[in-house]
C-alpha cells in the first residue's frame, strides 16, 4: 500500500536531512522493502509497533500504510522530528513520536497495556548489538514483545542466528538468542537500498521469544559466556577460571568434556553451566 505523502526523497531534501555517520544513520527508500518488512512484523491491525530510529520515517510510513494500529517512533535525532510530525498529521491517533535515546529508554513502559506489540526497525548500525543484547538480558520474560523483527548488518545477523555448526558466527550472542528466542533471517538487503550506501550487506531478522526458556539465571548465563568465548581459543577449563570457581567442578556437574572450547557447547550446555555456577557460589551441591 502506499499513500499519498511526498516521495522520501522530497522529505529528506526538503528537511535537509543528510544521514549522520556518527548516528549509525543509513536511510531506506525503497518503498517495496519498506513494506515487505513491515509485512513481516505482521498481522499488524491491532498490533503496537515500537520503532527504533525511524530517521525520515521510511518503514514508518510503510507499517502504517499497511495497517498497524498504533506506532511508537522513538528517535534521538532532533532533525527528523519535522519530517515524523507530517506522517503523524496524515494518520491521526496512529502515530507517537518520542524523541529519546532508544538504549535509555524503557519500550515497554511505552507499550503499556497494549497488545499485542512488537519491536520492527531498521536499527541504527551503531547500537544495534547493545540494544539486542539489552533486551535479551532482561531480568522478566517473556517480554511485552511478541516479536521482533529487526535489521542488522548480515554479520551481525548470522552471528545471532548461528550455532555451533557455524562456529566461525557462534558466540556470546547466538547464546544469549537462541536461549530465549527461536531466530531465523528472513531475507538480506543489497547496500543499493539505502541513502547512502553502507560497505555491507544488510540482513531482517525475525526472534520470537520463547515462552519458556530453559530454566537459569541470565547473569550467570551471561557471565559464563563472556567468561568462555571471551577466550574462545582456550579450552574450557582455562577460560572459564576468570568466574572465580573451580572450572573442573562446574564441567564434571555438567559433563562437559574439560578440553573443549566455547564454540562446542550447545545453548543447553552453557545453561547447564550456569546453572551449576550458581550452586557453586551459593554453596550448595553442584548436581546435572
Known amino acids: 500500500m502506499k499513500d499519498a505523502l511526498p516521495p522520501l526523497r522530497e522529505v529528506v531534501t526538503a528537511h535537509g536531512l543528510a544521514a549522520q555517520k556518527s548516528l549509525g544513520q543509513n536511510f531506506l527508500f525503497d518503498l517495496n522493502l519498506t513494506a515487505r518488512i513491515a509485512r513481516a512484523a505482521g498481522p499488524l491491525e491491532e498490533a503496537t509497533i515500537v520503532e527504533i530510529g525511524p530517521g525520515p520515517g521510511g518503514l514508518t510510513r510503510a507499517l502504517l500504510a499497511e495497517g498497524a494500529r498504533r506506532v511508537i517512533a522513538v528517535e534521538r535525532d532532533p532533525r527528523c522530528l519535522p519530517a515524523l510530525a507530517e ?7 496512529r502515530l507517537e513520536v518520542i524523541e529519546a535515546d532508544a538504549l535509555a529508554t524503557d519500550l515497554a513502559a511505552l507499550v503499556g497495556a497494549n497488545r499485542p506489540a512488537r519491536i520492527c526497525a ?4 551503531n547500537i544495534a548489538t547493545a540494544l539486542l543484547t539489552g533486551w535479551l ?17 548480515k554479520e551481525v545477523a548470522e552471528r545471532i542466528v548461528a550455532t555451533p555448526k557455524e562456529r566461525a558466527d557462534y558466540g ?8 530465549r528466542c527461536t531466530t531465523r533471517i528472513l531475507f538480506d538487503v543489497s547496500p543499493a ?6 560497505k555491507v550487506t544488510s540482513s531482517v531478522i525475525e526472534l520470537v521469544p520463547r515462552a519458556a526458556p530453559l530454566a537459569c539465571d541470565v547473569r550467570l548465563l551471561a557471565a559464563v559466556t563472556q567468561a568462555a568465548f571471551g577466550q574462545r581459543r582456550k579450552m574450557l577449563r582455562q577460560s572459564l577460571k576468570s568466574l572465580g570457581v573451580d572450572p573442573l567442578a562446574l ?6 568434556e574439560p578440553t573443549r572450547r566455547a564454540e562446542e557447547i550447545e545453548v543447553a550446555g552453557f545453561v547447564a553451566l550456569a546453572n551449576a555456577l550458581k ?7 553442584i548436581s546435572r
Open 193 to 198: 537500498a539505502f541513502t547512502p550506501p553502507p
Open 87 to 93: 506522517i503523524a498529521a496524515y494518520y491521526p491517533d
Open 279 to 285: 550452586a557453586e557460589r551459593s554453596g550448595g551441591v
Open 172 to 179: 556470546r550472542l547466538a547464546v544469549l538468542a537462541n536461549w
Open 137 to 153: 538480558e532482561a531480568p522478566a520474560w517473556p517480554p511485552v514483545f511478541d516479536r521482533f523483527v529487526l535489521m542488522f548488518q
Open 251 to 256: 564441567l564434571a556437574a555438567t559433563g562437559i
Open 122 to 125: 531498521n536499527l541504527p548500525y
